[in-house]
């Protein structure tokens, strides 16, 4: 297997590990479990190194979710491009334009990921800028119908982001 697949595919099962044992063990997302479970997670990963490829990518990734039901949700996975937390916050910006040019906006929406994630307003060291870290700079590409559903049946979806929060901090004691 030549090395550039071995990498993408580590990079997918370690993000994929992630998602298990961090995000589903700390019970950070508590919509996560059922499609994890149920297979329902697409984890891909990207080989593009310049931006235009990456959207392509994305541009791609939406319109597959746009035709196959049986998928939930997709992490798309960036290992080789987006390096620096700012290289990613200038593509989402990127990310964005896109799902509103293809009218997409109201159907799905991008959660981001990242090693070096930081909230504004929190130092880089702060234990919440965890609850966005991930092993590869990734966008969750999310089914707004689906999120809407999940948080209409979760009995406090406002306070996950606190709780998360208070998770991290306990961790980082």
């Known amino acids: 297997m030549p090395e550039d697949i071995q990498m993408l595919d580590r990079a997918r099962d370690e993000t994929k590990s992630w998602v298990f044992d961090f995000v589903i063990g700390h019970n950070l997302c508590p919509f996560a479990r059922k499609p994890f479970e149920s297979d329902q997670i697409r984890f891909i990963c990207s080989d593009a190194q310049e931006?235009?490829?990456?959207?392509?990518?994305?541009?791609?990734?939406?319109?597959?979710?746009?035709?196959?039901?049986s998928i939930e949700t997709t992490l798309l996975i960036v290992p080789n491009a987006l390096k620096t937390f700012t290289e990613y916050w200038d593509f989402i910006e990127l990310a964005e334009a896109l799902l509103e040019s293809l009218e997409l906006g109201g159907?799905?929406?991008?959660?981001?990921?990242?090693?070096?994630?930081?909230?504004?307003?929190?130092?880089?060291?702060?234990?919440?800028?965890?609850?966005?870290?991930?092993?590869?700079?990734?966008?969750?590409?999310?089914?707004?119908?689906?999120?809407?559903?999940?948080?209409?049946?979760?009995?406090?979806?406002?306070?996950?982001?606190?709780?998360?929060?208070?998770?991290m901090r306990a961790l980082a004691d």
């Open 51 to 69: 931006d235009s490829d990456l959207l392509h990518a994305l541009a791609d990734e939406f319109e597959l979710l746009l035709s196959d039901s």
């Open 107 to 167: 159907t799905f929406q991008i959660a981001t990921f990242h090693p070096q994630y930081q909230f504004e307003g929190t130092e880089q060291d702060s234990p919440e800028n965890r609850t966005n870290r991930s092993p590869y700079p990734t966008l969750h590409l999310l089914r707004e119908s689906s999120l809407d559903q999940a948080i209409a049946n979760h009995p406090d979806a406002t306070s996950i982001p606190e709780n998360n929060i208070k998770r």
